[in-house]
């Protein structure tokens, strides 16, 4: 199917509410310097001065967006359901995408935290179902089980719909001629057609190289096996680590690792927007990644002649080293990787004359 066809159901109609820019620092949020361990772990705040993340897209495929958490609604765009087919991402049943959402872009309003990239703009598309969120992929091994099939969980309408996702999310930036970070915290231990179909994408649609990158979730199986999307090669796959950098591991869930991870972020107990305009904490690869796909949008908005790949790569390249193997470059450090980037020319001013200086 072609990409025209696949964008079709994905209409976004604008912001919901304006993107204001508030006078505030996200330091200033009354939950940052309490609560958001994690978010300084990524030394953010450099980097924050030449970028936040504006005009820059990050597409949520999750379980849909809480449009009206008072920490989102200034950053949403209105996106579109492939759970139950209809043109609005910003329904949550679960949680998760809110969650995710808010590690990325929370706004600096005064209110709860701060995103990573806070003036980020979000299309919320929702693509996991309300019950088992980003979990739902691990069972879907083989959705012709007669045992596994019938169970809406896993089926193989939410393989295709993740898909989708991922494909309609795209097109969108290439209509609205817009730099996009497509954040994906689910995946599957089943390639099931992800690579073929990101493949297909990209080569059919050239011109997305240069738009639109991918971040996927590693998954919490303690496991060196690929899961996918993150595993495929157009995918950076993100791991988690700990408040003390290393794998962060709680109970019988840890972050997967191996030489098909790209980088790591922090994972571990991570506060950010839930519902009913609430605040949660929550641990996982899932949140790592948005960290890194936010942070990808605060270079972008700090340089607007790179690519979502060039900006990665400035992330892979100046990361904090780490003792743990299998975690790719290391652990995300935004400010360091903003450090690389060569800052604008300034603009020469122009001669002011003494007051005392006349023409004759």
Not at 30 to 47: E, K, M, S
Not at 245 to 262: I, K, L, M
Not at 332 to 358: E, G, R
């Amino acid at each position: 199917m072609k990409g025209s066809t696949l964008c079709s159901g994905l209409i976004v109609l604008g912001l919901l509410l304006s993107n204001e820019v508030y006078a505030a620092e996200p330091t200033t949020e009354p939950d940052y310097a309490t609560r958001q361990q994690g978010l300084q772990q990524t030394n953010p705040v450099a980097a924050w001065q030449r970028g936040q993340g504006k005009d820059v897209v990050v597409a949520v495929l999750d379980t849909g967006v809480q449009s009206s958490h008072p920490d989102l609604n200034g950053n949403l765009l209105l996106g579109y359901d492939y759970v139950d087919n209809q043109s609005d991402g910003s329904v949550d049943p679960n949680g998760h995408g809110t969650h995710i959402a808010g590690i990325i872009a929370a706004l600096v309003n005064g209110v709860g935290i701060t995103g990573i990239a806070p003036q980020a703009e979000i299309l919320p598309v929702r693509v996991l179902n309300d019950v088992k969120g980003s979990e739902a992929m691990a069972y879907c091994e083989d959705y012709n089980d007669p045992e596994t099939a019938p169970n809406p969980n896993c089926s193989k309408r939410t393989m295709l719909s993740t898909i989708k996702g991922i494909q309609s999310a795209a097109l969108y930036a290439l209509t609205k001629n817009k730099r996009m970070v497509i954040n994906a915290s689910f995946g599957s231990p089943a390639e099931n057609g992800y690579c073929a179909a990101i493949d297909k994408l990209f080569s059919d649609h050239p011109e997305l190289e240069n738009s639109v990158i991918i971040v996927a979730a590693a998954m919490n199986e303690n496991t060196s096996a690929e899961r996918y999307p993150a595993a495929c090669s157009r995918v950076f796959a993100v791991a988690a680590v700990d408040e003390n950098d290393a794998r962060w591991t709680e109970g019988p869930r840890a972050s997967n690792f191996g030489s098909w991870v790209s980088i790591a972020a922090p994972g571990k107990q991570v506060y950010s927007t839930w519902l009913e305009g609430a605040y949660r904490s929550q641990s996982g690869t899932s949140m790592a990644t948005p960290f890194v796909a936010g942070a990808v949008a605060v270079l972008l908005s700090a340089d607007p002649s790179l690519s979502p790949k060039q900006a990665m790569q400035y992330l892979l390249d100046n990361t904090d080293p780490l003792s743990d193997s299998g975690l790719g470059a290391g652990r995300l450090n935004l400010s360091k990787a903003m450090s690389a980037i060569p800052a604008p020319p300034v603009a020469p001013t122009a001669p002011v004359a003494p007051s005392n200086f006349s023409i004759q």
